[in-house]
């Protein structure tokens, strides 16, 4: 059976979506659903959480529609399926549904081992798409270099390395980077221009500072600013990423479904989604409401609408580590 990269996905009958790394598997099977549509707009999407399985459902999702549209199956958490999903896929390996494309993602583990081997040892229109962490350094400068290429814009060696150094521990947030420069700047991008964003971010960074008064911990958040400041960090890239993840957490408030079910209606990658929705607890409407206020406020001040930009940043942390209610 071919064992593909994420990049190089591409339709079959059964596509097996293995490997830990979340955010590439994510996108390769964005790319699938793309790719399945350019094919035919009419395609109809459903989804299967293995491991909540109930018998027949796989055939029942397979079976042709009224008006014959082509299918895509996701399924999500196999690792963790039933012993009934087990042994109704590894039926259907033997007799896969015409115009049926059935996506099995595998996050990892021995749970399913009986699946996974037979989906290797299939002599059907099946293939393995491989998403493993990338955990060298040159990995994740190829990645960026790719996210630039894609995008049609100019970067400079030096600003990907700077760029994978500073977010050397989450693919989702340096690929989260990369679209920012390509959103936000139009010159080629430069170490300069990294620095000017992400400085200081190796040890302590923006998302840092968000990610910790998110969470409610206005003490750790305090000094997490200091430091960034300290080092370097200008304030404008530091109000940016609360902006993001603010707005994010905004669209997913009150929405129900799985990441993938709302990724296009939201126009987010289910990560964010399921990221946004851990950030959102303990949240109100009301609270998230009265931060996004003082958000644009502070991003008045810091551009020149105070004298005092670091006063500023620390009340706006304040409000948003108390969820709203300062």
């Known amino acids: 059976m071919p064992q593909l990269s994420w990049e190089q996905i591409r339709p079959a009958s059964v596509v ?7 955010f590439l598997a994510e996108r390769a099977i964005r790319q699938l659903r793309d790719l399945l549509k350019a094919e035919d707009p009419s395609l109809e999407i459903v989804d299967i959480d293995a491991s909540g399985y109930a018998p027949g459902e796989l055939l029942t999702m397979a079976s042709p529609s009224l ?16 012993d009934a999903f087990i042994a109704e896929t590894v039926e259907y390996l033997g007799y896969p549904a015409d115009d049926t494309t059935v996506v099995l993602r595998h996050g990892g583990g021995v749970r399913g081992k009986r699946l996974l081997d037979a ?37 400079t060696p ?27 700047t139009s010159d080629e991008i430069t170490e300069v221009t990294v620095d000017k964003y992400y400085s200081g971010r190796v040890e302590t960074n923006a998302f840092a500072v968000a990610d910790s ?46 990441g993938g079910q709302l990724a296009g209606q939201l126009g987010l990658a289910p990560w964010q989604i399921d990221r946004a929705r851990r950030d959102l607890q303990g949240w109100t409407g009301e609270g998230l409401g009265r931060s996004i206020q003082i958000l644009a406020e502070t991003d008045e001040n810091i551009k020149g609408g105070s004298r005092d930009p670091v006063y500023s940043l620390e009340r706006m942390i304040a409000t948003i580590a108390s969820r709203g209610e300062r």
Request: glycine share 8%.
């Open 16 to 22: 097996l979506v293995s490997g830990t790394e979340t």
């Open 67 to 82: 008006f014959g549209e082509p299918r895509m199956i996701r399924v999500s958490a196999v690792e963790k399926c039933t």
């Open 119 to 155: 989906v290797r040892a299939s002599t059907g229109d099946v293939v393995e798409v491989v998403c493993a962490i990338l955990k060298k350094d040159s990995e994740r400068y190829d990645f960026a270099v790719a996210e630039f290429k894609a995008a049609g814009r100019r970067v």
């Open 158 to 184: 030096s600003a990907v390395r700077a760029l994978v150094s500073a977010f050397t521990d989450d693919l989702a947030e340096l690929s989260s980077a990369c679209g920012q420069l390509i959103a936000d």
């Open 213 to 258: 008064a998110i969470a409610g911990h206005y003490g750790e958040a305090l000094t997490l600013l200091r430091h960034a400041l300290a080092t370097g960090a200008d304030p404008v890239p530091m109000v940016a990423a609360f902006a993001m993840k603010l707005r994010t957490m905004a669209k997913v408030l009150g929405s129900r479904g799985g």
